[in-house]
């Protein structure tokens, strides 16, 4: 018995690498809140100041005057919230139905090789670095949209839209289509069993049941979307203006900080109105994800 | 619990199996093989209406692969090879075109309950829904109707707006015979039904079977011998993919048979 006892005192290898293993996953684990805390903790602080004392928040969100430069500087960020919204949004027009279709194709219809290339592609696609997406923008869409349509410019919002829906197009299908495997094979043989066809599966069962992954899919574009700034910067035109048509030149808030943040003074106006900016992309991102994850719970629920 | 005689006793007036007319299903040299591993070889049988046909045999004996051929769920599963001939009332099941009409008329119970993630009256409606009924009240009077049939009802009609997976195991499989039933399917396919659910819901699926057998033909895939004993008036014994024996169930319970393997089996000495 005293053996027994002494064996089960004793720490041996296994126990140390059982805690050890424990410890770095908790920091792996808590790494992410921290990231997000810093990152967050560190743009208000730079913002803050410039928030509470040179913004007219008024000006802010209802002027299209961004004239940080000027000797009597306005900060009025409307057209740059317009114009990363009706890029966004043009992007999500043209992406959304793309990739769910893509994702469906690759999910429920295609099989061995076929499925294997068009994965393999798709997910190549979402290799391709944003400056040179930016570079399709501005040498080939660009001339192209010009003849097609009889337009003196062809940076705008089509340009930046269509460019930025083919760079969310492929994270949106790889998670749409992660989605849709996800849901068990046994619903489609009950489904198929009850006299469903291959659509109404699909329609009435398996979109249903991954709608969750789905939603997912779709904001991590939107996402995509408002945070690229590269291609953006290069496809837009990056003209403050209120855009009427798509042909439209257009600035986006992501485009407006990476072109200019290079050239403020730390700690001046300018600076602070730039992270503002950031603030304002922050929150944005947020709520975004905030309202996924309640929309997520509420289907859940029930 | 042991019922002395062997299939379901006549309930109501019901006439019992109609081995004068023709077979609602005819199998002829059935072989199914996955790749190069035969699962089914030459299987020849048929089965009449209005019987509860057992099929009995040990795991990997070919049961269910018997069955999903029989609904073409064969083409679910690429390497699934059938040859042979199945008719059902008559007909090559390849000559149905519609491959999903056949299946409509043939309701699927699995082994483990497949909830789809809809709500309880969903679930049920689903097909109603699919022959393009639209009609709340006449869904309504669907849905009460099967969910009363499959001995649900009850338990379940302050519910019909939560999830079947919400469902106790037994409840679930129940479910699935409900909307089974709601395909008022001319047949009913059962493998092994009751895996996942407790005795005495078992035997309440099992009463609920008997009263059935009026309206439809059943083939029950077990691996509960009773159970093929209590229920059904024929029965067959699948073994490695052969069909060693096929008779009436109380021919095989009563040691008439030639095969000392389906004896063997049945008095549980291998399994």
């Given at each position: ?6 064996a ?8 140390y690498?059982d805690?050890a ?15 997000i ?16 004392g040179?913004?007219?928040?008024r ?9 940080p ?10 057209a ?12 999500m ?18 099989t ?7 994965k393999?592609?798709?997910e190549m ?11 399709v ?7 192209l949209?010009i ?6 410019l ?7 839209g ?8 492929p ?16 619903y489609?043989?009950a ?8 659509w ?7 979109i ?9 899919a ?13 291609a ?8 403050i203006?209120?855009?009427?048509s ?13 072109s ?24 944005v991102?947020f ?7 309640v ?8 | 619990?042991?019922?002395a005689?062997s ?16 077979p609602?299903?005819e199998?002829?040299?059935l072989?199914?093989?996955?790749g190069?591993t035969?699962?089914l070889?030459?299987?020849?049988l048929d089965i009449?209406r209005?019987e ?8 990997n ?12 769920m064969?083409?679910f ?5 059938v ?6 009332n ?14 409509s ?26 022959r ?6 006449q869904?309504?009077?669907v849905v009460?109707?099967c ?5 649900l ?27 089974a039933?709601?395909?008022?399917p ?11 659910v ?5 035997m ?10 009026s ?8 691996n509960?011998v009773q159970?093929a ?11 490695t993919g052969?069909?060693?024996?096929i ?5 095989l ?10 004896t ?8």
């Amino acid at each position: 018995m005293a053996a027994t006892a002494a064996a089960m005192d004793r720490r041996d290898l296994a126990w140390y690498t059982d805690r050890a293993a424990r410890v770095l996953v908790f920091i792996g684990g808590i790494s992410a809140v921290v990231f997000i805390l810093g990152i967050f903790v560190f743009v208000t602080k730079e913002g803050l100041d410039f928030v509470f004392g040179a913004l007219n928040l008024r000006e802010f969100f209802t002027s299209i005057e961004w004239r940080p430069t000027s000797n009597n500087p306005t900060y009025g960020a409307l057209a740059l919230i317009v114009g990363t919204a009706s890029v966004t949004g043009f992007a999500m027009l043209c992406s959304v139905p793309l990739s769910l279709g893509a994702a469906l194709f690759i999910a429920e219809f295609a099989t061995g090789k076929t499925r294997e290339t068009l994965k393999i592609l798709v997910e190549m696609l979402a290799a391709i670095p944003s400056v040179v997406w930016g570079f399709v923008g501005m040498s080939i869409m660009h001339p192209l949209i010009i003849r097609i349509f009889d337009v003196p410019l062809g940076l705008g919002v089509l340009n930046a839209g269509l460019i930025l829906g083919l760079m969310a197009a492929p994270i949106m299908t790889t998670i749409a289509e992660d989605a849709l495997k996800a849901v068990p094979d046994t619903y489609r043989e009950a489904a198929e069993a009850l006299g469903a066809t291959r659509w109404e599966v699909i329609l009435k069962v398996v979109i249903p049941a991954s709608k969750n992954g789905l939603l997912a899919a779709v904001l991590l574009g939107v996402g995509r979307g408002f945070g690229e700034t590269m291609a953006v910067l290069m496809a837009s035109g990056h003209a403050i203006n209120l855009p009427t048509s798509v042909f439209d030149s257009v600035r986006a808030l992501t485009a407006t900080i990476a072109s200019e943040l290079g050239d403020t003074v730390y700690g001046s106006d300018h600076y602070g109105a730039l992270f503002t900016l950031g603030i304002l992309l922050f929150l944005v991102t947020f709520v975004i994800n905030l309202t996924a994850d309640v929309v997520v719970r509420g289907i859940r629920k029930k | 619990m042991v019922d002395a005689t062997s299939g379901a006793a006549p309930l109501n007036g019901d006439p019992g199996p109609r081995y004068d007319e023709a077979p609602i299903i005819e199998v002829r040299d059935l072989t199914i093989s996955y790749g190069r591993t035969p699962a089914l070889r030459d299987i020849t049988l048929d089965i009449y209406r209005h019987e509860i046909f057992g099929i009995i045999g040990p795991a990997n004996s070919g049961k269910t692969t018997f069955l999903r051929a029989l609904n073409r769920m064969d083409e679910f599963n690429p390497g699934m090879d059938v040859d042979g001939t199945i008719r059902i009332n008559g007909k090559d099941i390849n000559d149905w075109r519609n491959v999903y009409a056949l299946r409509s008329r043939i309701g699927v119970v699995f082994p483990l309950p497949v909830g789809l993630p809809l709500t309880v009256y969903e679930n049920v409606a689903f097909s109603p829904r699919l022959r393009g009924i639209r009609k709340k009240a006449q869904l309504d009077e669907v849905v009460e109707r099967c969910l009363t049939r499959a001995a649900l009802w009850d338990e379940v009609k302050d519910r019909l707006d939560s999830l079947g997976s919400l469902l106790s195991g037994g409840q679930q499989q129940r479910l699935t015979i409900a909307r089974a039933l709601s395909q008022e399917p001319e047949l009913l396919f059962l493998d092994e039904f009751s895996i996942a659910v407790d005795p005495v819901t078992t035997m309440r699926i099992e009463d609920v079977l008997k009263e059935l057998r009026s309206e439809l033909t059943i083939v029950l895939v077990t691996n509960l011998v009773q159970q093929a004993r209590r229920l059904a008036d024929r029965t067959a014994f699948f073994l490695t993919g052969e069909l060693v024996e096929i008779g009436a169930t109380e021919d095989l319970f009563e040691r008439k048979v030639e095969d000392e393997r389906t004896t063997g089996y049945i008095e549980g000495r291998f399994g």
